[in-house]
Each structure stands twice: as structure tokens, then as C-alpha cells.
């Protein structure tokens, strides 16, 4: 089976404008999280899709905004993007509650 | 509410010598437990983890962990630490009983092998 594939896996982008980051979950899993990672913050939760509904979400602005397709890839928009979020994206497809992570997107922002 | 502590954000040891990684956390009910480790630049892969039965659990790489519940703990342990082993670790658990599979981590503790 193909792992979880993120894309990009580099991204540079401004101040002010917006980012779309894509995750192919593991064939089968219906269950996608996304995951913020900085040195100063660690990993945080940023919101959990499970058959196109969003089941959970972090504590982050509305800037940060997901969605999830019936063939259960899953799309993660930040909007208005601040120097701060410069970070490691992580998604995991999960299946009984254990995650399979992608490589990561490294987003910079300058 | 569930939650997770790893004690020391950093742990360094000596190529050969014992490697202990610590674990507590906090749940109202019997959890699921897991490591994770991340390399550099890297995914998160999982090292090993606990749902039911055997406490003593054997993962990948010559890693072991122990659910003790009195202790609320699940400590990583590996008897001879290899330069490979250097990496980042995090413990996390889950509440399958949720039907929720968001996974609540710990802050993650930076392995540093010394030759």
C-alpha cells in the first residue's frame, strides 16, 4: 500500500497571501488530521476530517481552514499568512487510532 | 481530558548505554498508547504501541515500553543506544472508545547520542 503522500513538500510564500496544501491519505482511511510543528510550539493539532466532516478541531484562527473529498484526500487552506506560521504540516490518514504520517510540508514564510 | 507529559524536552546518552525516555499521562479512561519517532525532516513513523494485553510492549529498532498503570506511565526504553537512534520521540495517546481517532501528544523529547 502507498503511504501518506503530502504536496508539496516546499513551499515559500508572502505575507498576506494564501496557501493551499494537499494530502493523500493511505487507500481505505477514512480518517485525515493535520498537524502544525514549529521548534517553539511542537506539534499541535490543527483539525480532523472523517468522511468529509470535520470531527475535530484545534485551537487555531479561522485563517486555518480544511476540507475532505469523498475519495478521502483532504486540502488544507491557510489564509492571510503571518511570519509565524512558518512550520512543519503534517497530515496522518488514521485507522483505529493509530496514525500514519506524510513527510510534511515545509511552508516558509517571508 | 486526556494529556501527555514527556520529562525532558532533551535526553543525551553515550553510543552503547541505556536509553530511558519518559511518559505519564492523564486519562479517565484505559487508554491507548503510542511512540512515535521523527527524523529529521522527516514524517512521524510508529516505534510501537499499547492497546490490551501485554504490558510490556517490543517495537521496531530494539525499542520496548511498559504500560504501568499505577503509574500512569509508559516509559521508552532501548538496552544500547545506536548513533542511528538520534531523533526526535514523541508519546501520544488515543481514546478509541470515542470513536475519535485524534491522537493527544506529548511535547516530544530530542534523543542526542554522544560516539
Known amino acids: 500500500k502507498a503511504g501518506v503522500t503530502q504536496t508539496p513538500r516546499y513551499l515559500i510564500k508572502t505575507r498576506g497571501q494564501q496557501v493551499t496544501l494537499s494530502c493523500s491519505p493511505i487507500s481505505g482511511h477514512r480518517s485525515v488530521s493535520w498537524y502544525q510543528q514549529t521548534p517553539g510550539q511542537g506539534l499541535q493539532f490543527l483539525f480532523e476530517?472523517?468522511?468529509?466532516?470535520?470531527?475535530n478541531k484545534g485551537n487555531f484562527p479561522g485563517r486555518f481552514s480544511g476540507r475532505q473529498f469523498s475519495n478521502s484526500r483532504s486540502e488544507m487552506n491557510v489564509s492571510t499568512l503571518e511570519l509565524g506560521d512558518s512550520a512543519l504540516y503534517l497530515c496522518?490518514?488514521?485507522?483505529?487510532?493509530?496514525?500514519?504520517f506524510g513527510q510534511g510540508t515545509r511552508l516558509t514564510v517571508v | 481530558a486526556q494529556s501527555v507529559t514527556q520529562l525532558g524536552s532533551h535526553v543525551s546518552v553515550s553510543e552503547g548505554a541505556l536509553v530511558l525516555l519518559r511518559c505519564n499521562y492523564s486519562?479517565?479512561?484505559?487508554?491507548?498508547l503510542f511512540w512515535y519517532v521523527q527524523y529529521p525532516n522527516q514524517g512521524l513513523q510508529l516505534l510501537l504501541k499499547?492497546?490490551?494485553?501485554a504490558t510490556l510492549v517490543k517495537g521496531i529498532n530494539g525499542f520496548e515500553a511498559e504500560f504501568k498503570k499505577s503509574e500512569t506511565s509508559f516509559h521508552l526504553t532501548k538496552p544500547s543506544a545506536h548513533m542511528s537512534d538520534a531523533a526526535e520521540y514523541f508519546c501520544a495517546v488515543s481514546d478509541l472508545r470515542e470513536s475519535n481517532y485524534q491522537l493527544i501528544w506529548g511535547a516530544g523529547t530530542k534523543l542526542i547520542i554522544k560516539p
Open positions: 486519562s479517565s479512561v484505559p487508554p491507548y
Open positions: 476530517y472523517f468522511s468529509e466532516t470535520q470531527r
Open positions: 496522518a490518514s488514521s485507522t483505529q487510532g493509530r496514525a500514519f
Open positions: 499499547y492497546t490490551t494485553g
